[in-house]
Nanobody, 122 residues
Framework: QVQLVESGGGLVQAGGSLRLSCAAS????????MGWFRQAPGKERELVGVITWSGTTYYADSVKGRFTISGDIAKNTVYLQMNSLKPEDTAVYYCAAGRGSLVPAMKNMDYWGKGTLVTVSS
C-alpha cells in the first residue's frame, strides 16, 4: 500500500506565500511523476503542476510564474512553493503520483493523498 501525505496548508493573506510538502511511504514503488492538483469549493479538481522523473515540470496557466514545483522523484518527495497567492487559489490541494504516462493529467495518477486546505484571504 502506497500512502501520500501532504503538509503545509493553512491560512494566508493575499500576496503571501506557502510551501506544501508531500512524501510517499509504504511498499516499494517507483514513480514516473508526482504532482499537485487542487479542488476549490463547487469546482472540479484541476491540475496545478507536475514534475517527472527527469525533472521536467508542467504548470497550469493560472499558476505559472507564481508557483514552483520541485522534488526528488527517486526519493518520492515533492514540494509546491506558492507565491503571490490570490483568493482564487483557495482550495484543497492534493498530492498525486503516477507510475506510467508522463502526460500531466489526473487520469494518469495512480495514488492520491487526502489533501491539505489552503485558504487565501483578501
Amino acid at each position: 500500500q502506497v500512502q501520500l501525505v501532504e503538509s503545509g496548508g493553512g491560512l494566508v493573506q493575499a500576496g503571501g506565500s506557502l510551501r506544501l510538502s508531500c512524501a510517499a511511504s509504504g511498499r516499494s514503488f517507483s514513480f514516473s511523476a508526482m504532482g499537485w492538483f487542487r479542488q476549490a469549493p463547487g469546482k472540479e479538481r484541476e491540475l496545478v503542476g507536475v514534475i517527472t522523473w527527469s525533472g521536467t515540470t508542467y504548470y497550469a496557466d493560472s499558476v505559472k510564474g507564481r508557483f514552483t514545483i520541485s522534488g526528488d522523484i527517486a526519493k518520492n518527495t515533492v514540494y509546491l512553493q506558492m507565491n503571490s497567492l490570490k483568493p482564487e487559489d483557495t482550495a484543497v490541494y492534493y498530492c498525486a503520483a503516477g507510475r506510467g504516462s508522463l502526460v500531466p493529467a489526473m487520469k494518469n495518477m495512480d495514488y492520491w493523498g487526502k489533501g491539505t486546505l489552503v485558504t487565501v484571504s483578501s
